[in-house]
């Protein structure tokens, strides 16, 4: 008589080895997991860090003054530890000045977010609105080389983000002084 099924032995070995190599794949799986999050999350406090120090630099090198304050869509938003509000000349489509026109640029913080704010006038080819640039913001701060608005030609700019992922915390600190153009 031939015998076609598994001794008790053979099941028990199947079976553990079977919960081993489960075991393996699962704890691959959290550390890829972990390992995948921790990832994202640095490059989401990195980056941000980096569009505010990028995007404020630009703004900063193309401006013709620092003002101390500018209303823009009712909201007037002065010029601080807080905010930067710009002029800039304002551009055609080919890049060049528009003599006698003024675009607007405020980059400012609220929250845990970053924002920059465009006002072109109506001859410009920039484009107005408004753009997130990091909503993991622990702290943006600006500096002027003079309290006289008028005569500021250079700005620093303090940045830190910050976030937190599976109880470790992530963050990035830049700091940049940029200088206003013909300066």
Do not use: C, W
Not at 14 to 33: E, K, Q, R
Not at 122 to 132: E, I, M, N, Y
Request: no cysteine; net charge neutral.
């Amino acid at each position: 008589m031939q015998n076609f099924g598994f001794t008790l032995l053979e099941t028990v070995i199947t079976i553990a080895l079977s919960t081993v190599m489960i075991l393996i794949l699962a704890g691959l799986a959290y550390n890829f997991s972990f390992v995948f999050s921790y990832q994202q999350n640095a490059t989401q406090v990195a980056g941000g860090a980096g569009r505010v120090a990028s995007e404020t630099d630009a703004l900063i090198r193309g401006a013709s003054q620092v003002l101390s304050s500018h209303t823009i869509a009712g909201t007037t938003y002065t010029s601080g530890a807080g905010a930067l509000v710009l002029a800039l000349p304002s551009i055609d489509s080919s890049g060049a000045v528009i003599a006698g026109k003024s675009d607007y640029a405020v980059v400012y913080a609220s929250s845990t977010s970053a924002y920059r704010l465009v006002a072109a006038d109506a001859a410009s080819s920039r484009v107005s609105g408004t753009k997130l640039l990091t909503n993991n913001l622990l702290a943006l701060a600006f500096a002027f080389d003079n309290t006289d608005f008028t005569q500021v030609k250079g700005v620093g700019v303090d940045i830190k983000t910050e976030t937190k992922t599976k109880q470790q915390t992530l963050d990035e600190h830049r700091y940049q002084v940029t200088y206003l153009r013909n300066h």
